[in-house]
């Protein structure tokens, strides 16, 4: 007589457990994806060969601009090479030839 509530209820463990299982998996998947993402983060960074003050400076004029063209100004300034100048002068060089093209026009 209560055979059927007995399968379902062992149905239900069943199910419960196979749930517990695939949320395992997902958090699992996530934890991956975060790993995998910091690591391209930290190998990107480390591409670009920045002392940590000129990282935080490029961060600060990243979140600065709004527009993806902004933020490729901002990282050519970074990566430009001049053996006569600091990189910290490429920051300001961009605005300078910025207001001089205004001027012009």
Sequence with gaps: MYERIDRLRDELERAK???AEADQRVKNCEEKLKAAENNQIIAEVNALKLKPEELARLLQLATAQKSADGFDEVADAFTKSDPGK?????IYEDEESEETED???
Excluded at 86 to 90: A, D, I, M, V, W
């Design 86 to 90: 600091e990189k910290s002068e490429y």
């Design 17 to 19: 457990k196979r749930k």
């Design 103 to 105: 001027e012009e026009n």
